[in-house]
C-alpha cells in the first residue's frame, strides 16, 4: 500500500495538484494509493497527512511525499519525520521553481527531508541540478505527464495575437506582465485579444484586473475552468504566453505543446529545460514586455517558423506522455 500526502484542493476552486492527478493515475495501473489531504485548514490538514501515515503504518510500503517551497515543506519535514520514526520508506516529490531558496534557508530541515528519503523524485532535470549541486545526489528524474490523448493538436494558420495565459494568479508568475505584452502590441497597431485562465491566489489578480482598466487592455478573465473546458477554449487562441518569475516545469506549458500553440516564455528556472529557444518555443528576458511583444511579431511575421516550432514541441510533449511515464514510475514502485 502507498499513502501519497500533497495538498488535495481541486475541491476548494483551485487547480489540482500532483497528489490527485498522479494519484489517480498510479490507482489506474493497479497499486492501492490512499490520498491525503483535503482538509482546507492547513494545521488540520498536516494532523490528517500525519494521522493517515500512522493509520496504515503496518501495511504501507512507502509514502509519496509532494514537496514543494512554501507551507507544503513543512508537511513534508513532519511527515518525513514521522516515517523515519516508523521505519517507512518515503520518497519526496519535489515541486516549484523556488524549492532552492528552502535549501538555502532551511538547511537542517532540508537534510532530514532529504537526506533520509529511500530516492528523491525530480519531475524537473533543472530542480535534479539543483539539489546535485547542495549535495543531494539521490534523486532520480521522473518526467511530469500528461495523458496525450486529451489534448488535440491543432495546425493554426495565419497566426494573430491572440494570446491565451493559463496560470494561477500569483506574484510569482507575474501576470500583470501578460496586461503590458497586450498593451504594447495594440499601441503598434496589432489588432489583438488576451484571455487569462487560472483561479485567484493572492492580490495579484486584483492587482492585473486594475492594470488592464489602467491601460484600456480588454481581458477576458474565466477563473478556473476545467482541464477538458480550457483545452476546448484553446481552439479559439493562436499563442500560448507564460510570464512568470519563478518555475520548474510547469505542465499548463507541455499542454500548450501538445495542443500546437506557439509559445513565448520568459526564461526563468527549469523554463530552458523544457524549451529550447528558436526550436520548439521562443524565450525572453523575465519581465521584459519588449522582448516578448517582439517574439510575438515574430511568430506572427514567420508562419514556416511558427509552424516548425510547434511540430517540434508537439514531439517533445509527448515524451511527457503518461504511457511513457508510468514505466518510470512503475520500476520505481515495484523495486521498492
Not at 162 to 183: C, D, K, Q
Not at 265 to 273: A, D, E, K, L, W
Request: net charge positive.
Amino acid at each position: 500500500m502507498i499513502v501519497y500526502v500533497g495538498n488535495i484542493v481541486s475541491g476548494h476552486g483551485k487547480t489540482a495538484t500532483t497528489v490527485e492527478t498522479l494519484g489517480k493515475l498510479l490507482q489506474k495501473e493497479g497499486f492501492q494509493v490512499r490520498l491525503t489531504s483535503d482538509k482546507k485548514n492547513k494545521m488540520l490538514r498536516l494532523l490528517d497527512m500525519l494521522w493517515t501515515v500512522f493509520r496504515h503504518r503496518k501495511k504501507l510500503q512507502y509514502v509519496l511525499i509532494d514537496t514543494y517551497s512554501t507551507t507544503n515543506f513543512l508537511y513534508a519535514y513532519w511527515v518525513s519525520k514521522l516515517c523515519i520514526l516508523l521505519k517507512i520508506k518515503y520518497i519526496p516529490i519535489l515541486h516549484g521553481g523556488n524549492l532552492e531558496t528552502r535549501l538555502q534557508q532551511s538547511k537542517a530541515k532540508s537534510d532530514l527531508i532529504f537526506n533520509n528519503a529511500y530516492i528523491n523524485v525530480s519531475p524537473s532535470l533543472f530542480l535534479k541540478t539543483v539539489f546535485e549541486r547542495y549535495g543531494y545526489h539521490t534523486v532520480q528524474h521522473i518526467p511530469n505527464n500528461v495523458e496525450l490523448t486529451d489534448y488535440p493538436f491543432k495546425k493554426r494558420k495565419n497566426l494573430k495575437a491572440n494570446l491565451l495565459w493559463v496560470r494561477s494568479f500569483a506574484e510569482i508568475y507575474n501576470p500583470t506582465l501578460a496586461i503590458h505584452v497586450a498593451h504594447g502590441l495594440k499601441q503598434q497597431g496589432i489588432e489583438t485579444s488576451l484571455c487569462m485562465v487560472g483561479p485567484k491566489k493572492d492580490a495579484s489578480f486584483e492587482k492585473t484586473q486594475e492594470l488592464a482598466n489602467e491601460l484600456e487592455v480588454n481581458v477576458k478573465f474565466t477563473g478556473k475552468l476545467s482541464k477538458h473546458d480550457w483545452i476546448s477554449l484553446s481552439e479559439t487562441y493562436d499563442i500560448f504566453i507564460n510570464t512568470t518569475n519563478f518555475d520548474n516545469t510547469p505542465i499548463s506549458l507541455i499542454e500548450a505543446m501538445a495542443l500546437g500553440m506557439p509559445i513565448v516564455s520568459t526564461n526563468v528556472g527549469g523554463i530552458p529545460f523544457l524549451i529550447n529557444h528558436a526550436e520548439n518555443g521562443l524565450l525572453v528576458s523575465p519581465n521584459n514586455a519588449s522582448e516578448m511583444i517582439l517574439q510575438i511579431k515574430k511568430l506572427i511575421a514567420n508562419p514556416e517558423m511558427a509552424e516548425k516550432l510547434v511540430l517540434q514541441a508537439r514531439e517533445k510533449a509527448e515524451m511527457f506522455d503518461w504511457e511513457v511515464v508510468k514505466k518510470q514510475w512503475k520500476d520505481l514502485l515495484v523495486d521498492c
